[in-house]
Nanobody, 126 residues
Framework: VQLQASGGGTVQTGGSLRLSCAAS????????MAWFRQAPGKEREFAAA????????YYPGAVRGRFTISRDNAKDTVFLQMDSLKPEDTAVYFC????????????????????WGQGTLVTVSS
């Protein structure tokens, strides 16, 4: 599975961005999908995850209520809608895919994921 992330850019505090992650090579429709982010000088951290059905989503406290992960299995694409952005959201955002074989397993640890995209930079100016 190859993952291509897009949609990053620069936005002012309070603004919104929508990231996309398109899968190719092999269908990821049965996979758990996630977004992670890495700010300059910091460790990579979990940002959002979704099960293969799209019905179960998971967020850390720092983004809950502001970020929304969704997926379109027909297009093999996962999205991350980011609203009310803050300067501390500035980071490179990576999408990841986990072979979960249509199960309800959705890890939130990055080392559990099998495939990674190249990252897209999000900059939130104050």
């Amino acid at each position: 599975v190859q993952l291509q992330a897009s949609g990053g850019g620069t936005v002012q505090t309070g603004g919104s961005l929508r990231l996309s992650c398109a899968a190719s090579g092999r269908s990821s429709s049965g996979n758990a999908m996630a977004w992670f982010r890495q700010a300059p000088g910091k460790e990579r951290e979990f940002a959002a995850a979704i099960d293969w059905t799209g019905e179960r989503t998971y967020y850390p406290g720092a983004v809950r209520g502001r970020f929304t992960i969704s997926r379109d299995n027909a297009k093999d694409t996962v999205f991350l809608q980011m609203d009310s952005l803050k300067p501390e959201d500035t980071a490179v955002y990576f999408c990841a895919s986990k072979n979960s074989y249509y199960s309800d397993y959705v890890p939130i640890r990055g080392d559990a994921y099998d495939y990674w995209g190249q990252g897209t930079l999000v900059t939130v100016s104050s």
